[in-house]
T-cell receptor, first 112, second 110 residues
């Protein structure tokens, strides 16, 4: 499985944007970039995924570098409820057909 | 529509015992995966079931086995429990492109 590298932790203030980076230099052409987050005492929650183009949904935006060797999850206005562990994961095609390989993730702390 | 449900929420067992964990997927989801999450670590893939067959398996010993029923619900069985099996066990169901995780079962092995 191709590996991702994320910072161990990041901090943000409430209502400010947050940019969570992820490096994946060994990504293959068929790997999709997925982001999940895990709030305390809960299972992981899907955030967003993409292949080549930038993606937006109601939760976040995903910016993918042109060479696809890195990506950034953008939370446009952090709230206290966004405090969680964020995982950047590479998966072949649609994840319903394959396993998700989680790393350590980035612990996001949001200050009021 | 209920999300993914798991039972029990917490469980305490002793070494050598056997345990069965249960998962009900989201309505209409035919694929169920199981993950083990040790404290402070990311979830690790155990196996995935589709149409009542094990489709993929992670790097876990044969002590870990599973089953999927015709209604898509699933069980995870662990035999000969070790202290190192203490973890949060997560079930995820999926249909197309997204995984939905349950809240997990916290297993403590004493």
């Amino acid at each position: 499985d191709a590996k991702t590298t994320q910072p161990n932790s990041m901090e943000s203030n409430e209502e400010e944007p947050v940019h969570l980076p992820c490096n994946h230099s060994t990504i293959s052409g068929t790997d999709y970039i997925h982001w999940y987050r895990q709030l305390p005492s809960q299972g992981p929650e899907y955030v967003i995924h993409g292949l080549t183009s930038n993606v937006n949904n109601r939760m976040a935006s995903l910016a993918i570098a042109e060479d696809r060797k890195s990506s950034t999850l953008i939370l446009h206005r952090a709230t206290l409820r966004d405090a969680a562990v964020y995982y950047c994961i590479l998966a072949r095609g649609g994840t319903s057909y394959g396993k998700l390989t989680f790393g350590q993730g980035t612990i996001l702390t949001v200050h009021p | 529509d209920a999300g993914v449900t798991q039972s029990p929420t917490h469980l305490i067992k002793t070494r050598g015992q056997q345990v069965t964990l249960r998962c009900s997927p989201k309505s209409g989801h035919d694929t169920v995966s199981w993950y083990q999450q040790a404290l402070g670590q990311g979830p690790q893939f155990i196996f995935q079931y589709y149409e009542e067959e094990e489709r993929q398996r992670g790097n876990f010993p044969d002590r870990f086995s599973g089953h999927q029923f015709p209604n898509y619900s699933s069980e995870l069985n662990v035999n000969a429990l070790l202290l190192g099996d203490s973890a949060l066990y997560l079930c995820a169901s999926s249909h197309s492109g997204r995984n939905f995780f349950g809240p997990g079962t916290r297993l403590t092995v004493l």
